[in-house]
Structure formats: structure tokens, C-alpha cells
């Protein structure tokens, strides 16, 4: 099985929601009607990361859940999560903490676990609008790693000229 692997990556606050959620909403149905097998990982760090993850949800549950999993990816154990498990594992496929990331101080913690996750992905699918933060720490570091990347806080996507981002010919950013 040919898995491909998709990473989230967005400033903590997002301005214009719903157009977000039906970026991300297309997006992430186009893949799962390519690909044979989609892994989304995903932070849980702001608003962006939680349209996401709930547009993966959806998209499982409205087109298919046999060929994709939502993976929770930590920076350390929260206290949330672990009073929270039951909540955390019914949401969640797969949650995981990164050990690099977990030795780390707590301020450098959350982008040693982003750059695991840019190293791991096939396509970044993203929300920057601004030149700081930690998101766009990121994306300068995917960029640098040669990864396809979608920014969906620009312009109108054309859903069917990113096709050729999904096979790896280009990114956006």
C-alpha cells in the first residue's frame, strides 16, 4: 500500500474561517479520492489545526475512512491529554509524542516536533499570512527541504492545478 502523508501547519488565529474550512474541506477530499492511503498529522496549537482536523473527520465520515488515519502529533504529554484520554483517542486515530521534542525545553519544543512532521510529510497544506510565528518558521523550513506546500491563505485556489502538487511537481507557496 502507497501511503501518503499530509502535514497541517497555520498561524494559532485565523480571520476569514469559513473560506478556510472549504479550502481545507476540497483539499482533503481530492486526497482521499487520489491517493490509496492518506496519514494527516496534525497539531493541536490553534484554530487552524482544529479546522483541520475536524475537515479530515469530515471528510472520513461523508467519503470514505478506509484509507486514512488522523494522527495527533505532541510535543510532550499534556495534562490534557492524559486526564482527557477517552476524548483525546475517540477524536484521534493515532495519537503520538515526539521523544526529540519531549527532551527539548518547553519553548523549543513545539518546533522541534514541526520540523518531524515537515520531515515526514509529503505535502504541507497550510495557513500563513504573516512573516512571523512559529507556522512560518515552519514553512521556511519546509521550503528549505524542498517539500510541496499549499498556502490556502492565498488567492483562490484552483483545485485542479494543485493536482500537480500532489504528485510532488510543484509547491505553492
Known sequence: M????????????ISNQSLIEERLQAYIEMLLREKEYVTFLVGRNGEFDQYAASAVLRAKKNLR????????????????????????????????????AEKAHPKSAIQIRNREMVDRADLILCYIERNQGGAFTTIRYAQNQNKNIVNLAEGTSDLLSDKACLEGSFYRY
Open 65 to 100: 475512512e478506509d484509507n486514512s488515519s488522523l494522527v495527533l502529533v505532541l510535543p510532550y504529554m499534556t495534562a490534557d491529554c492524559m486526564n482527557n484520554k477517552n476524548g483525546y483517542t475517540q477524536y484521534y486515530d493515532e495519537i503520538e509524542v515526539s521523544h526529540n
Open 2 to 13: 502507497t501511503e501518503f502523508t499530509v502535514a497541517f501547519f497555520g498561524h494559532r488565529y
